[in-house]
């Protein structure tokens, strides 16, 4: 019992032995002159009151020895439960804690009142019972291996709960499909964010958007902040070359940003152009306006190749590479949502990944966080802004190293943010965040959940915080030359309330639950499909999930190359095409990426000035294509039919050719930019045509 109980119970204690001294100072007062049946018969509880100076008026010897007797009741008394009470436990005063206690304190309620999440019961699923909540602490830490019972006991209750927005790190896609129904009756508007989702059922999240919004003097340091948060070192080698490759990512998104295309993906372009990076950095140096970019491309154009290959390769392993593949540049060159609406407005976004790409996606997963975390910490919530935000992080050890969410978890809960980190083990925060930061994880997670433990480094960890108790240990001891003479000594020992080796023995359907400032609690688990409450909730979800439509056709596989693009391209490298007006050499006049629209002009112009040579000098060609086309099908039948016969003769009969390949849809391009495209493939089409001629005669002759 604590301070205030142990009072408690002392003068509750005192109170007693009052009425016990006054009843002993009426037994004396009646028995003043002898034991005697008549004063047995005529005893009287009120006779010390009959004494008294207030009763008689006068003071007699009588009331003076029964104030005696009584004060020396109510002394002893008092000094026997102060020992007993007080006593002090030298080794220990952990104990489990009691349910009536935590529903005083906040921590355990009814249904109704839940608006946080939802750890455990005080009784078992199936029954009615009262939940264990996070009261007044914001974050959790859930520390449970692979089929613990951490999803349908902690994560799913949450969410199907849980009354603010929510951002969860959905790593198999089943939080999705079994929660989001129930959080859009809740009335949430619902995203499912799924860059690596192979039919582009994503919806998209553009993080420059953020920086695009900023007057120019603030677009620096937000960009800097974005490089810090997505460009991650990868070995030791790279943390010389780190500083330099985050300005070089800096410089590139504020240089996309004034050509119009503000995106990571852009970036990512621009830096895997052709040629030389020194020369590429020099031209961008001089068409930049902002000053910051013009001076990192100016230094960076100053560098040895060498150098220069070093940055770009630090920048490419540190996140950048990410966005070669199309789904992740398709997922990112918009926003369908806005961070600045969270705490306005309940929200849940799902991030959902595959396992398999966690990893590998990684990088966007700590930039997602993380800004949403700064995004949150530059004002204070505002009158309308009365929602709470939940970061659900699942699987937090595969994410890496989030810097901004281990400087958040201390400050965060003022701007209404929540953080509920969950992973397998404790030694996964060390190998992340090292020692320090585990320690600054473990000292700022209010609510700490351990289920099924199985490590070393757990089960020790929570033997540890629930701490020792104090006991009364009895030794007895005999003497050789007296078989009869014993000797009993009592001495108090400290002892762990729960051993590591108890905490690996806990029921399957039990929990431990360390909370700052309460005694721990061996608490029941959740299973949200047996428990009446939660199986309902979960049962009424109607209708087909909220899922997004597919972002264009970035899902669909990659275009075969042209006929004859490796001639063509051997061609224009060995400078055969000088002989047309338009060969793969001249291609190069036009840019690699996006056209800005403004520039678009002078690109019609010089597509149309070769086009019009290209057209009067082969005029004579296109009139002969119909003939050799004739020419071409009449051997490619006779080839056939040839085929066919020796497939018979080897017994092969019934084989056909594979059927040809159908065309695959092109992207659709941005309206302002496809007359100049339609244009330029109107002449590579022209050019195909033509080197197919000359192939086509080649092969006949050889036939």
Not at 111 to 121: E, L, M, N, T
Not at 133 to 155: M, Y
Not at 291 to 298: G, K, L, N, T, V
Request: with cysteine; charged share 25%.
């Amino acid at each position: 019992m604590d301070s205030r109980q142990k009072t408690g119970t002392v003068l509750l204690g005192g109170a007693f032995s009052l009425v016990a001294g006054l009843f002993l100072a009426s037994a004396y007062a009646n028995f003043q002159h002898g034991v005697t049946s008549q004063a047995i018969q005529g005893f009287d509880i009120l006779a010390f009151w009959y004494e008294t100076p207030f009763y008689n008026g006068d003071v007699r010897p009588v009331f003076y020895h029964g104030l005696l007797i009584t004060g020396f009741t109510v002394a002893v008394t008092l000094f026997i439960l102060a020992i007993v009470v007080f006593k002090p436990q030298h080794h220990g005063t952990a104990r489990w804690a009691r349910f009536s206690e935590m529903k005083k304190a906040g921590y355990i309620m009814s249904y109704q009142r839940v608006s946080g999440p939802i750890f455990g019961k005080t009784i078992g699923p199936r029954l009615p019972g009262q939940y264990l909540s996070n009261g007044e602490q914001p974050h959790s830490l859930v520390v449970a291996p692979t089929r613990a019972g951490k999803g349908v006991g902690v994560v799913i209750p949450t969410l199907l709960t849980f009354n603010g927005s929510v951002l969860a790190l959905d790593v198999k896609g089943e939080l999705f499909e079994l929660t989001s129904r129930a959080r859009k009756a809740r009335g949430d508007r619902i995203f499912k964010f799924a860059p690596m989702d192979r039919a582009a059922r994503t919806h998209s999240y553009n993080p420059v958007l953020d920086i695009v919004s900023m007057p120019p003097e603030r677009q620096f340091s937000e960009a800097r902040r974005l490089a810090h948060n997505l460009i991650a070192p990868k070995g030791k080698g790279s943390e010389g070359f780190i500083d330099g490759a985050r300005d070089l990512f800096v410089a590139g998104i504020l240089a996309c940003i004034e050509r119009g295309t503000p995106s990571i993906g852009a970036v990512y372009d621009l830096f895997t152009l052709p040629g030389e990076k020194y020369k590429l950095f020099a031209q961008l140096a001089e068409e930049c306006q902002s000053s910051e970019a013009r001076r990192i491309f100016d230094n960076m154009a100053g560098n040895d190749t060498k150098i220069l290959t070093s940055y770009t390769s630090v920048l490419s392993d540190g996140g950048l590479n990410l966005w070669a593949d199309p789904l992740i540049k398709a997922a990112t060159t918009t926003s369908d949502f806005s961070i600045y609406d969270l705490r306005r407005d309940p929200t849940t976004i799902y991030l959902c990944v595959s396992p398999n790409d966690l990893e590998v996606i990684a990088p966007l997963v700590r930039l997602f966080f993380q800004q949403v975390v700064s995004v949150m910490q530059r004002t204070m919530p505002t009158k309308d802004e009365i929602f709470e935000v939940l970061f659900l992080l699942d699987e937090f050890k595969h994410l890496g190293k989030l810097e901004a969410v281990e400087t958040a978890v201390t400050t965060i809960a003022g701007y209404k943010g929540r953080f509920m980190f969950i992973i397998q083990s404790l030694s996964a925060l060390t190998g992340a965040y090292e020692q320090s930061g585990k320690e600054n994880f473990l000292s700022n997670t209010g609510v700490q959940v351990f289920m099924a433990t199985a490590d070393d480094e757990t089960p020790a960890y929570i033997s540890k915080s629930i701490g020792d108790y104090t006991f009364r240990a009895k030794s007895k001891s005999f003497s050789q030359s007296r078989m009869l003479d014993a000797n009993i000594q009592f001495s108090e020992q400290g002892a762990n309330l729960l051993r590591p080796e108890q905490v690996r023995l806990i029921d399957e359907n039990s929990e431990i639950v360390l909370i700052k400032g309460r005694p721990p609690m061996l608490i029941h688990k959740v299973k949200y499909y047996s428990d009446r409450t939660l199986s309902r909730i979960f049962e009424s979800q109607t209708g087909p999930l909220p899922e997004p439509e597919p972002i264009g056709h970035c899902g669909a596989p990659p275009e075969p190359p042209p006929p004859f693009a490796h001639e063509r391209h051997q061609a224009g490298d060995a400078g055969g095409a000088a002989d047309h007006a338009f060969g793969v050499g001249q291609a190069n006049h036009f840019a690699t990426d996006d056209v800005d629209v403004g520039q678009a002009e002078k690109y019609y112009d010089v597509a149309d000035h070769y086009s019009e040579e290209y057209r009067l000098e082969h005029r004579a060609d296109e009139a002969a294509l119909d003939e050799r086309s004739k020419h071409r099908l009449v051997h490619e039948s006779i080839d056939k039919q040839w085929v066919e016969k020796e497939g018979e003769d080897d017994g092969l009969k019934g084989v056909q050719a594979p059927p040809a390949a159908q065309p695959v849809p092109e992207p659709e391009e941005d309206h302002a930019l496809s007359p100049q495209r339609e244009l330029l493939d109107r002449i590579i089409a022209l050019q195909e045509r033509n080197i197919g001629h000359s192939s086509c005669e080649n092969g006949a002759q050889t036939r």
